[in-house]
């Protein structure tokens, strides 16, 4: 079971969820998923009716190599946009994407219901306190770095081990904060190689075990489309793919880009699994 909930909405379901992106940048690495404020509520509208679960808004491209955008400027993307779709989609459950206390605040108050940081809270020591003061959820992820320099070199001793600690200690932290509702995140793509990224994904089980519903984003990321040879407009397939091996191996979550796939293969896989368990028994 999937329980997420803020103080105004709450998720449950039996079954995987799907959060649908929405970026709100001239600069996210994928091309095919930045949206003004208006054709936000449009793309918004078609997520929802394929199946998504969550909207999750990003005011800041956190791509490899990105460059920090002002605070003013984060929140100039956000608000309009929020505030359209909390207009236009009053029960839908909005996540922003932020690593920032401050535009979180903002973010509450008009209306989101989760935060979802790439620092796990570790950007800014004010953040835990503020979506609990809020009675919010939030997403704990993992990263080494801020994403300017996130890429260059990372190195681990043990990945599995240090990521799975990270987590466990973050989300001890917010629990501490007083907030009640966290996912995690082992941030594919966020200060780690392609190699670290496939060590993760086969050891991805192993996070289920701390207990909080766990996310996971591949869509479209260079995890696809470097050993492929192709480029992010031509990952779709290979996201798939992922995505089957994540939700065989206990993902709750699916960030996507396409949320029309993602809910077929979630479909899929609950189909054989109900199938294959009624045949054994």
Do not use: C, W
């Not at 839908?92 to 989760?114: H, K, P, Q, W």
């Not at 001890?172 to 060590?199: Q, R, V």
């Not at 206990?250 to 054989?272: C, N, P, Q, S, T």
């Amino acid at each position: 079971m999937v329980s997420i909930r803020s103080n105004k909405r709450q998720i449950y379901s039996s079954g995987t969820v799907v959060m649908g992106i929405i970026n709100l940048t001239p600069d996210s690495f994928y091309h095919g998923s930045r949206y003004t404020a208006e054709r936000a509520v449009e793309v918004s509208a078609r997520m929802l009716a394929e199946g998504a679960t969550i909207l999750d808004l990003g005011p800041m491209s956190t791509r490899p190599g990105a460059v920090e955008i002002s605070e003013s400027e984060e929140m100039h993307r956000l608000i309009p946009s929020l505030q359209n779709l909390r207009k236009a989609f009053p029960d839908a459950f909005i996540s922003v994407d932020t690593y920032r206390s401050a535009v979180a605040a903002e973010a509450l108050l008009g209306g989101a219901d989760m935060i979802n940081d790439i620092s796990g809270g570790t950007f800014d020591e004010a953040m835990m306190k503020t979506v609990a003061a809020h009675d919010a959820a939030y997403v704990i992820m993992h990263t080494q770095g801020k994403p300017s320099v996130m890429q260059q070199k990372p190195v681990y001793k043990n990945i599995e081990e240090e990521v799975f600690d990270f987590l466990r200690k973050q989300a001890k932290l917010a629990s501490e904060a007083g907030i009640t509702s966290i996912a995690i995140d082992p941030g594919f793509g966020f200060g780690k190689t392609l190699e670290h990224n496939y060590t993760l994904l086969s050891a991805l089980r192993t996070f289920t075990s701390l207990g909080y519903p766990l996310l996971v984003g591949f869509s479209r990321k260079s995890m696809i489309s470097k050993p492929l040879g192709i480029t992010a407009r031509e990952s779709l397939n290979g996201t798939t793919v992922l995505n089957t091996i994540a939700l065989m191996n206990g993902a709750d979550i699916l960030r996507v880009h396409d949320v029309k796939e993602a809910v077929e293969a979630k479909r899929l896989l609950e189909y054989y699994q109900q199938t294959h368990v009624t045949i054994q028994s």
